[in-house]
RNA sequence: ACCCCCGUAGCUCAGGCGGAUAGAGCAUCGGAUUUCUAAUCCGAUGGUCGCAGGUUCAAGUCCUGCCGGGGGUGCCA
């Protein structure tokens, strides 16, 4: 299906094209977008203003001169020029009621498959083993997890890759603090927790003496040097850690395709130092070896260290090149905290040197901070992520408890873990990743307002009323009777229910969830005032299934919308 | 010192390509339920878009400088 915007621009920019060929290139530019306010029609164009320059006439001119001249297609109920020269566009309001029929009809709801053929690599997640997870890592492992729902739905090859850190000079300390401090009881307990702390107790040591660091130095090269001990250490580790995580993943509906950390990519690590040296890329400086980057302005990337071991530069390198023979993508997107930025605009800029084809994107997203400042497994204020979740569904819980007495308990649960989880996920889905968050626990659990509660309870809602429907009306079908916007408030439903497929797109585009959470909002906003403001099943016939049809539409949009950006919808809250 | 990001209502934040009176949520105040789930809806209050210049028909949006906050800058990842 092509979705209103795009036929709209085809047919103004086809007819700008004709009236006006002497505006030559500018004419590309031409399109149609949706009105600032009800005020101004259902859609406008801006193109009379930013051709007026090029045509040396006045945007006025140029609009009325396209009115007059244009033609008008069937969706088109009439058009005005508006101040300085805006074009405004009314929809026949029978035509917007077919096309609501037909995404309603349409299985993918009107959103196209522009992925087919295509390959991305999302690279996400990627927690440190030995460490646990904390509020910090949901960031990238939900946004992260949206970005691979919506390619997807969009019909790309998705290849989501969780990079785990399982690899590097924490591990000749974790190994050194567990050969001294670690309590087996405690291990079998809660082993990453335990983990942490030995490691946290050794790294201390380490500050304090020379020779403890020197030590742990050993371990580590022990370690790589595939000493049988350490590596049934590291395995122990990671197996441990990866237990942990996957329960955590299991709980917020994530799954990889590939979960291959760093350690995967150790054996080709010399290979990359051969490309780079092979290319006259990499120098030796200061006994490292590096590779400068002044052309492109950015700091010297350092692939081998003076004592011979490789760092994450490599790694990363390793992994790109890995990633570009295996599955050849279009676009591999890594999603990480900001503090990357500058090392994978170095990776990015030695891997185009190398030979990598594929489109390279960085999605990052502000620290999460709290209050009193920034958190550190070191300073043991972290908020561990399992707690944020028990804490969310606990509150969502006592709520459910209130609202819903008459629910059995089991279900009452259900629904709180949705409810839970789904506002977790959401506080961080429904706004720019790119700014720096102060954790509030009143902010990550908020249960009413720009929220997934609020979604899920206009999809409830809906369920709701489809029953009713089907218990006083039997053996009815709504889609027997024509969709009717009669109703102001049914007609700016049906609008935005025909730019469900625009907030999908642009979403993925944009690599922004919050633009697809943004349309899930805006579109419960005005499902409400239509549920508030007009009867259904006391409605005339033909009106009433009209109506139900359209909450239908709308059910169908939440429950897949918010399954993009992983939030469950239980048919009752 | 240099590089990147952020600065919009009391608080938390939206504002692809520069476009019409800058929008939400929370909080505050006032209303709405014999009727489809009130986790809702309707209304009100609240703004020199950090500051100063510039570009142009038009700047929250682009450019320059400054102020404030955060992050980063070859041997951690």
């Given at each position: 299906?092509?979705?209103?915007?795009?036929?709209?621009?085809?047919?103004?920019?086809?007819?700008?094209?004709?009236?006006?060929?002497?505006?030559?290139?500018?004419?590309?530019?031409?399109?149609?977008?949706?009105?600032?306010?009800?005020?101004?029609?259902?859609?406008?164009?801006?193109?009379?203003?930013?051709?007026?320059?090029?045509?040396?006439?006045?945007?006025?001119?140029?609009?009325?001169?396209?009115?007059?001249?244009?033609?008008?297609?069937?969706?088109?109920?009439?058009?005005?020029?508006?101040?300085?020269?805006?074009?405004?566009?009314?929809?026949?309001?029978?035509?917007?009621?077919?096309?609501?029929?037909?995404?309603?009809?349409?299985?993918?709801?009107?959103?196209?498959?522009?992925?087919?053929?295509?390959?991305?690599?999302?690279?996400?997640?990627?927690?440190?083993?030995?460490?646990?997870?904390?509020?910090?890592?949901?960031?990238?492992?939900?946004?992260?997890?949206?970005?691979?729902?919506?390619?997807?739905?969009?019909?790309?090859?998705?290849?989501?890759?969780?990079?785990?850190?399982?690899?590097?000079?924490?591990?000749?300390?974790?190994?050194?603090?567990?050969?001294?401090?670690?309590?087996?009881?405690?291990?079998?307990?809660?082993?990453?927790?335990?983990?942490?702390?030995?490691?946290?107790?050794?790294?201390?040591?380490?500050?304090?003496?020379?020779?403890?660091?020197?030590?742990?130095?050993?371990?580590?090269?022990?370690?790589?040097?595939?000493?049988?001990?350490?590596?049934?250490?590291?395995?122990?580790?990671?197996?441990?850690?990866?237990?942990?995580?996957?329960?955590?993943?299991?709980?917020?509906?994530?799954?990889?395709?590939?979960?291959?950390?760093?350690?995967?990519?150790?054996?080709?690590?010399?290979?990359?130092?051969?490309?780079?040296?092979?290319?006259?890329?990499?120098?030796?400086?200061?006994?490292?070896?590096?590779?400068?980057?002044?052309?492109?302005?950015?700091?010297?990337?350092?692939?081998?260290?003076?004592?011979?071991?490789?760092?994450?530069?490599?790694?990363?390198?390793?992994?790109?090149?890995?990633?570009?023979?295996?599955?050849?993508?279009?676009?591999?997107?890594?999603?990480?905290?900001?503090?990357?930025?500058?090392?994978?605009?170095?990776?990015?800029?030695?891997?185009?040197?190398?030979?990598?084809?594929?489109?390279?994107?960085?999605?990052?997203?502000?620290?999460?901070?709290?209050?009193?400042?920034?958190?550190?497994?070191?300073?043991?204020?972290?908020?561990?992520?399992?707690?944020?979740?028990?804490?969310?569904?606990?509150?969502?819980?006592?709520?459910?408890?209130?609202?819903?007495?008459?629910?059995?308990?089991?279900?009452?649960?259900?629904?709180?873990?949705?409810?839970?989880?789904?506002?977790?996920?959401?506080?961080?889905?429904?706004?720019?990743?790119?700014?720096?968050?102060?954790?509030?626990?009143?902010?990550?659990?908020?249960?009413?307002?720009?929220?997934?509660?609020?979604?899920?309870?206009?999809?409830?809602r809906i369920r709701s009323v489809q029953d009713k429907y089907r218990d006083q009306f039997p053996g009815r079908d709504p889609e027997a009777f024509p969709i009717r916007l009669d109703e102001p408030v049914e007609r700016a439903l049906a609008l935005q229910v025909a730019r469900f497929a625009e907030a999908v797109t642009m979403a993925a585009r944009l690599y922004k969830p919050s633009?697809?959470?943004?349309?899930?909002?805006?579109?419960?906003?005005?499902?409400?005032?239509?549920?508030?403001?007009?009867?259904?099943?006391?409605?005339?016939?033909?009106?009433?299934?009209?109506?139900?049809?359209?909450?239908?539409?709308?059910?169908?949009?939440?429950?897949?919308?918010?399954?993009?950006?992983?939030?469950?919808?239980?048919?009752?809250?």
């Amino acid at each position: 299906m092509t979705t209103i915007d795009q036929i709209l621009t085809d047919w103004v920019r086809a007819e700008f094209t004709r009236i006006f060929p002497e505006a030559g290139d500018a004419l590309s530019a031409v399109q149609v977008v949706s009105a600032g306010s009800p005020d101004y029609g259902d859609y406008q164009c801006n193109a009379a203003l930013a051709l007026a320059r090029s045509l040396k006439r006045k945007p006025r001119d140029i609009a009325q001169t396209f009115l007059d001249q244009a033609s008008r297609p069937e969706s088109v109920e009439r058009l005005e020029v508006a101040g300085p020269g805006f074009i405004n566009i009314h929809l026949k309001t029978i035509w917007l009621a077919g096309h609501v029929a037909a995404v309603l009809k349409d299985e993918r709801l009107g959103v196209p498959t522009i992925g087919t053929g295509r390959t991305v690599v999302l690279d996400y997640s990627s927690p440190n083993v030995a460490k646990p997870m904390h509020i910090g890592h949901i960031r990238s492992t939900v946004i992260g997890n949206a970005l691979d729902r919506l390619h997807r739905f969009l019909g790309y090859r998705v290849i989501s890759d969780n990079h785990l850190g399982d690899w590097g000079t924490q591990f000749g300390i974790i190994i050194m603090g567990y050969r001294h401090f670690a309590d087996q009881q405690a291990l079998a307990d809660s082993p990453v927790e335990e983990l942490e702390r030995i490691y946290v107790k050794s790294y201390e040591q380490s500050k304090a003496g020379d020779e403890w660091l020197q030590q742990c130095r050993q371990e580590l090269v022990k370690l790589q040097a595939g000493d049988a001990e350490n590596q049934a250490l590291w395995r122990q580790f990671v197996d441990l850690s990866l237990k942990e995580f996957n329960r955590i993943y299991l709980r917020l509906g994530v799954a990889f395709d590939l979960t291959r950390g760093e350690s995967y990519y150790n054996p080709r690590l010399p290979a990359v130092i051969d490309m780079l040296q092979q290319k006259g890329l990499a120098r030796e400086s200061e006994g490292a070896l590096v590779v400068f980057l002044e052309d492109e302005k950015l700091p010297v990337c350092m692939v081998r260290k003076s004592d011979g071991g490789y760092n994450y530069a490599t790694t990363d390198l390793a992994t790109l090149i890995s990633r570009q023979e295996e599955f050849d993508p279009e676009t591999i997107v890594y999603v990480t905290d900001e503090r990357q930025q500058l090392h994978f605009k170095q990776i990015f800029t030695v891997g185009k040197k190398l030979g990598i084809r594929a489109r390279l994107h960085h999605v990052w997203f502000g620290l999460m901070r709290l209050p009193e400042g920034t958190f550190s497994t070191r300073q043991g204020n972290v908020i561990k992520l399992e707690r944020l979740l028990d804490e969310s569904e606990t509150r969502a819980l006592a709520v459910v408890r209130q609202t819903s007495p008459a629910m059995p308990e089991n279900q009452q649960k259900a629904v709180a873990r949705a409810v839970g989880i789904g506002a977790v996920k959401y506080a961080d889905l429904s706004q720019n990743p790119q700014s720096l968050v102060t954790f509030s626990w009143d902010k990550a659990l908020a249960l009413d307002g720009n929220s997934a509660p609020y979604l899920q309870y206009a999809y409830a809602r809906i369920r709701s009323v489809q029953d009713k429907y089907r218990d006083q009306f039997p053996g009815r079908d709504p889609e027997a009777f024509p969709i009717r916007l009669d109703e102001p408030v049914e007609r700016a439903l049906a609008l935005q229910v025909a730019r469900f497929a625009e907030a999908v797109t642009m979403a993925a585009r944009l690599y922004k969830p919050s633009v697809l959470a943004d349309y899930l909002f805006a579109l419960s906003g005005l499902y409400n005032g239509f549920y508030q403001n007009v009867p259904f099943l006391k409605a005339p016939e033909g009106v009433r299934e009209s109506r139900v049809r359209l909450c239908g539409v709308v059910a169908r949009i939440l429950r897949q919308g918010l399954d993009l950006l992983g939030i469950e919808t239980p048919e009752r809250i």
